[in-house]
């Protein structure tokens, strides 16, 4: 929807679903790939939720003795216990090797050993598997893909998670209202953005004769879906204007209390309100966001690298230590996310849950190993994925690129390999 200041995506409308795309099913030369769409038509997603560093692994890893559905959650990932069907643990996936530990998550996405030098950790790479499935899916949508990262330092060394065929990094989106603007461009400019935010103008305003006369068109399911999203995008411009003022300030120094925790001023909540309307107005089908450890819990007595030492230790539910306190914090941003997801319909009353792929994890299990990093899978993909299992790979070196590999397969990527990978993980119901 446009007018000659603003440009607004509707959402994806029962109305729509009865036209033609352009959307086909794959049929490259890679044997058992998956569609690009469900058999309702209805668009595959795929989303990476990688974190700068490992976790406290003592109190996040489910027991390998509790393998298949009948396990506990832990005590930093209960915020996921009303979520266990639409979510599997994966557990012994390995990435590859790199030559310098400080290059940290560089290739969580991509796998590959490359080169580094211990002078000043440069990294070569390769391309991500976010890339690969951004070139198949990304044909059918206004943005190939979106990586997000956050404001300020890179939280991990080499803490880009995006790589294209040269092995540079992908440009990211660094503060929310440049998010913002690249979704629901209200100018085209960041700066006029943030002046219409300041001055309390919605970029809806211009549009709500045109959207009446859609409502007058369409049905009221689809009615009630674009109430939905304009409701939603008008709390996103809200929340935005008060928190752009915060975009450019430095961490204070003093650590937060427990109990602030999740007011952190770089708002990851209203980060993945954004990612769910992108999914909406089907402006993308996949993206990246490197999850931002040190906007958590902003301490200068306990920094995210620190905490990646600091793996270990018993769990006091009065009063968990910093670093644990920091895993259940994003924890429960990414449970909330999920939740909203799983609540979210598709225009053929399935949810976003339902029609993706969401993996949130870390090549690092703490300190720097990276045999067994922390990795949860969640959704189902359009269907055939098994979920709600605690799943211990046999083979304690199996790839972490192996995942990556169902997972683009899945959504209609002909790729027969990826990286250093040695199959699809059939336990979790990939071809």
């Known amino acids: 929807m446009r007018s000659t200041s603003a440009l607004i ?33 209805m668009p595959k997603r795929l989303i990476f939720l ?73 990294y070569t790479n390769t391309v991500s598997c976010d ?10 949508t206004r943005f190939d893909h979106l990586s997000i990262g956050n404001p300020g330092r890179v939280d991990g060394h080499g803490g880009m998670a995006s790589y294209d ?27 006029n953005a943030r002046a219409r935010l300041a001055r309390d103008e919605s970029s809806l305003d211009a549009l709500l004769s045109d959207a009446k006369k859609l409502n007058r068109q369409v049905s009221i399911e689809d009615r009630d879906r674009v109430d939905e999203y304009f409701t939603s995008l008008r709390n ?31 708002d990851i909540e209203l980060v993945f309100d954004m990612m769910i309307a992108a999914m909406k107005t089907d402006s993308t089908r996949v993206m990246s966001y490197m999850m931002p450890t040190q906007a958590v819990i902003p301490s200068r007595g306990m920094n995210p690298h620190r905490m990646s030492h600091q793996g270990s230790g018993a769990y006091d539910p009065k009063s968990p230590k910093v670093h644990q306190a920091r895993d259940i914090a994003l924890s429960n941003f990414v449970s909330g996310f999920l939740r909203k997801m799983k609540e979210t319909k598709d225009a053929d009353g399935s949810s976003l849950l339902d029609n993706s792929l969401v ?38 070196s199996t790839p972490l690129a192996n995942l990556w590999l169902s997972m683009i397969r899945h959504v209609g990527v002909p790729q027969d390999t990826f990286a250093n990978s040695t199959g699809v993980i059939k336990e979790l119901g990939f071809s």
């Open 131 to 140: 890339q690969l499935a951004a070139e198949v899916l990304g044909k059918s």
């Open 9 to 41: 995506a509707l959402p994806f409308l029962e109305a729509f679903a009865g036209r033609s795309t352009g959307l086909m099913a794959a049929t490259p030369s890679a044997s058992g790939v998956g569609a690009m769409t469900t058999a309702a038509g």
């Open 236 to 266: 996103i411009e809200r929340r935005l204007a008060k928190a752009q003022d915060w975009e450019d300030t430095p961490f204070p120094d003093a650590p937060f209390a427990l109990s602030e925790i999740e007011e952190s001023k770089y």
């Open 50 to 122: 990688p974190m700068g560093y490992g976790v406290n692994a003592e109190n996040w890893f489910p027991s390998a003795k509790q393998q298949g559905t009948d396990y506990e959650l832990p005590p930093l990932v209960q915020g996921f216990q009303d979520l266990k069907s639409d979510i599997s643990f994966v557990q012994n996936l390995e990435c590859a090797r790199i030559p310098h530990p400080h290059a940290g998550t560089a290739n969580f996405l991509t796998c590959f050993a490359g080169g580094a030098s211990r002078k000043d950790y440069d």
């Open 359 to 396: 993996a949130y994890g870390s090549c690092l299990r703490q300190g720097h190993a990276v045999s067994s990093g922390p990795l949860i899978l969640a959704g189902h993909g359009g269907g055939g994925i098994k979920q709600g299992q605690n799943l211990v790979c046999d083979n304690k």
């Open 165 to 191: 065929h040269d092995g540079k990094p992908v440009g990211v989106h660094r503060t929310m209202t440049d998010l913002y603007t690249s979704l629901f461009s209200a100018g085209g400019q960041e700066a």
